[in-house]
Each structure stands twice: as structure tokens, then as C-alpha cells.
């Protein structure tokens, strides 16, 4: 086991809320616009996962009442996730019986792959309400236990052993923000894994990498059919 901070004190994020009924509104809506499908690169693993992008976009948009939304990172299978899932799968050490967190966790694949290969507890965050429905079914599916947190982490510390983060580098500011935090729990002990086919804001000059995949994916939301992807560390 890593080392857990002694004195954590986090600062905490913000946490959303939503009414029962809410809940079962998105959950509906995802099994309504997904089917069942396995990503390429980690066949093991189902997911309830959109065929195309601009579709349930446009319909997350509808649903929401709201225009200019993100893409809904939560269904598809991004290549970052698909290497950190990949390698936590073939490398079950690095999560077996410890306490797992995959921040940013859209569908819930690392997460999902953290639990498959035997972590005690696993935590999956995102600030997306339809991704922590997601995550719920998803993790239903492979019949593995995942508590989902709709939640802002950056910030927070507690305890984690292991926190993977996956496509965490679209946008400069939550990049950096999300490095400097990541670093910080590297630096007091946890094992840190960050998946990314190196964007823009992934802060390489900070980071080694430890393997590189071939990830198949859709070119709706990415630049090719394949995307070299690498799962990294902090120096």
C-alpha cells in the first residue's frame, strides 16, 4: 500500500445534487441513446456507448435545455481512458487492495478496470451529471461495485492509494489545475497515472512515460482512426 496523508486537508470541491427523479430521467436517457458495446482496446470491459457524436449531443443539449454544452464525454470511450483501463487490466498490481480514485471518470471505464483487477473501493468523479448515471450503469453492467461522485476533486485528498485520470488535458486551465493537484498527491505517496494521446495542456516536461497503445477511435471527435496514446507518471 502507498502512503496515506496523515493529516488530510482537502479542499474540497463542489458537489452537485439532483432529485431522485432526475436521476432516473438521465439513466433513461442513456440506455435510450447507447447500446452495449466493448472499446477496441479493452474488450473486456462493456459499456453503454453513443454509435455518434453529434446525435446525442444535440440531444444532451435538448434534454438540458441548454445550448454550447461540452461534448458528452461520457459516451464514448476516449483514447486516454482506453490505455489507462488497458494497462490497469494488464498490470493489476498497481490497484489490487488498494483505495482507487479515476478522476474525470465520464463513462467509467478506468474505473470499472481499477475494480475487475481487485482494487478494495473505487471512487469515480465527474462533474457531468449524465456521467455519474453512467458510470452507475455502466459499472451495473461488468456486475463491479463503483461509487460514483458527482463532485469537483481538484483539490481534495483523502487518502486515495491509486488516481488515474484519464483526457484530462483539453483545456489549459483545468489542466494545470488538475496537474498541480495530481502532483501533490504523487509527491505525498499515492501512485499517480494519467492516460492521454499527448493534447495540447498535457504537461509532458512533468511526466514519463511507461507505455505507449495503438487506440482505435472515432474520427467524429478525434484527428485519425488511431491515436498513439501514452499512460504516464510524474517525475
Same mark, same amino acid.
Given at each position: 500500500?502507498?502512503?496515506?496523508?496523515?493529516?488530510?486537508?482537502?479542499?474540497?470541491?463542489?458537489?452537485?445534487?439532483?432529485?431522485?427523479?432526475?436521476?432516473?430521467?438521465?439513466?433513461?436517457?442513456?440506455?435510450?441513446?447507447?447500446?452495449?458495446?466493448?472499446?477496441?482496446?479493452?474488450?473486456?470491459?462493456?459499456?453503454?456507448?453513443?454509435?455518434?457524436?453529434?446525435?446525442?449531443?444535440?440531444?444532451?443539449?435538448?434534454?438540458?435545455?441548454?445550448?454550447?454544452?461540452?461534448?458528452?464525454?461520457?459516451?464514448?470511450?476516449?483514447?486516454?481512458?482506453?490505455?489507462?483501463?488497458?494497462?490497469?487490466?494488464?498490470?493489476?498490481?498497481?490497484?489490487?487492495?488498494?483505495?482507487?480514485?479515476?478522476?474525470?471518470?465520464?463513462?467509467?471505464?478506468?474505473?470499472?478496470?481499477?475494480?475487475? #483487477?481487485? /482494487?478494495?473501493?473505487?471512487? &469515480? %468523479?465527474?462533474?457531468?451529471?449524465? @456521467? $455519474?448515471?453512467? *458510470? +452507475?450503469?455502466?459499472?451495473?453492467?461488468?456486475?463491479?461495485?463503483?461509487?460514483?461522485?458527482?463532485?469537483?476533486?481538484?483539490?481534495?485528498?483523502?487518502?486515495?492509494?491509486?488516481?488515474?485520470?484519464?483526457?484530462?488535458?483539453?483545456?489549459?486551465?483545468?489542466? #494545470?489545475? /488538475?496537474?498541480?493537484?495530481? &502532483? %501533490?498527491?504523487?509527491?505525498?505517496? @499515492? $501512485?499517480?497515472? *494519467? +492516460?492521454?494521446?499527448?493534447?495540447?495542456?498535457?504537461?509532458?516536461?512533468?511526466?514519463?512515460?511507461?507505455?505507449?497503445?495503438?487506440?482505435?477511435?472515432?474520427?467524429?471527435?478525434?484527428?485519425?482512426?488511431?491515436?498513439?496514446?501514452?499512460?504516464?507518471?510524474?517525475?
Amino acid at each position: 500500500m502507498t502512503g496515506r496523508a496523515a493529516s488530510p486537508s482537502p479542499a474540497r470541491g463542489r458537489r452537485w445534487r439532483e432529485a431522485p427523479d432526475e436521476g432516473f430521467a438521465k439513466r433513461a436517457f442513456i440506455l435510450a441513446n447507447t447500446r452495449l458495446t466493448a472499446p477496441p482496446l479493452v474488450p473486456e470491459v462493456k459499456l453503454r456507448l453513443a454509435d455518434e457524436a453529434v446525435p446525442i449531443w444535440t440531444k444532451t443539449e435538448e434534454e438540458l435545455g441548454a445550448m454550447g454544452l461540452p461534448p458528452p464525454f461520457w459516451a464514448f470511450a476516449w483514447a486516454g481512458g482506453q490505455a489507462l483501463a488497458r494497462y490497469v487490466l494488464d498490470n493489476p498490481a498497481l490497484v489490487r487492495e488498494r483505495h482507487v480514485l479515476d478522476f474525470a471518470s465520464g463513462s467509467g471505464l478506468v474505473a470499472i478496470a481499477a475494480a475487475l #483487477a481487485g /482494487a478494495s473501493a473505487v471512487e &469515480a %468523479s465527474d462533474v457531468d451529471p449524465f @456521467a $455519474t448515471a453512467a *458510470i +452507475g450503469i455502466n459499472a451495473a453492467e461488468n456486475a463491479v461495485s463503483v461509487f460514483a461522485r458527482l463532485e469537483d476533486l481538484i483539490g481534495a485528498d483523502e487518502g486515495w492509494d491509486t488516481v488515474l485520470a484519464g483526457d484530462i488535458a483539453y483545456e489549459r486551465e483545468m489542466a #494545470a489545475a /488538475a496537474t498541480h493537484w495530481l &502532483a %501533490s498527491l504523487a509527491a505525498r505517496g @499515492a $501512485t499517480v497515472l *494519467i +492516460g492521454d494521446p499527448r493534447r495540447t495542456y498535457l504537461p509532458t516536461d512533468r511526466l514519463d512515460c511507461v507505455i505507449e497503445y495503438r487506440v482505435p477511435v472515432t474520427r467524429e471527435l478525434e484527428d485519425s482512426e488511431i491515436k498513439r496514446t501514452g499512460v504516464f507518471r510524474f517525475r
